[in-house]
């Protein structure tokens, strides 16, 4: 299969995602066409969009689920949503947004705390700092900037 055929058949997908990732980030269509518009329309009411949306036993929609709960909070959906080709600035995402925004600009990602070992580091809530060095993840916030904002919902 040379390129022009693999990229063929993935345009022939039944799944709206992936006839978007190669319309829009191989084959470089602006996403403001109207085509590519409906598209995400389409992305936006696929079964995949709503699963997530959903989230387990309706945990978004209660506000159950903490936002970074691996691979099903706040955080992973939006990323996921992102990443799918979901539409931007959709209002449905706000709440989602502010629960995730509530979690990484929380009061305790401003407090820092020496700590001498590994797991001395997970015995308080903070920012460790072993010998010198903060122990933080940054692609937890940095991610959840980006995604945000390729989402059109930074603001």
């Known amino acids: 299969m040379d390129d022009i055929d693999l990229v063929e058949w993935l345009l022939a997908s039944d799944e709206p995602s992936i006839r978007w990732k190669v319309r829009v980030q191989v084959l470089g269509e602006d996403r403001a ?4 518009q409906a598209l995400e329309r389409t992305i936006r009411r696929s ?5 997530l949306l959903a989230g387990p036993m309706g945990s978004f929609r209660d506000g159950l689920r903490d936002p970074y709960s691996k691979w099903q909070g706040a955080h992973w959906v939006l990323a996921s949503l992102a990443d799918i080709g979901y539409p931007r600035g959709s209002r449905a995402l706000l709440r989602l ?4 925004l509530d ?3 929380g009061d305790v990602y401003y407090r820092e705390f020496d700590a001498t070992t ?17 122990r933080r ?3 937890q916030q940095g991610n959840a900037l980006y995604f945000l904002e ?4 930074a603001n």
């Open 97 to 100: 947004r502010d629960r995730l």
């Open 103 to 105: 979690r990484w600009l």
């Open 118 to 134: 590994k797991s001395g580091a997970y015995r308080k809530q903070g920012v460790p700092r072993v010998r010198g060095r903060y």
């Open 150 to 153: 390729k989402l059109g919902i």
């Open 33 to 36: 066409s109207p085509k590519i």
């Open 47 to 51: 079964p995949r969009v709503r699963t």
């Open 137 to 139: 993840c940054a692609s």
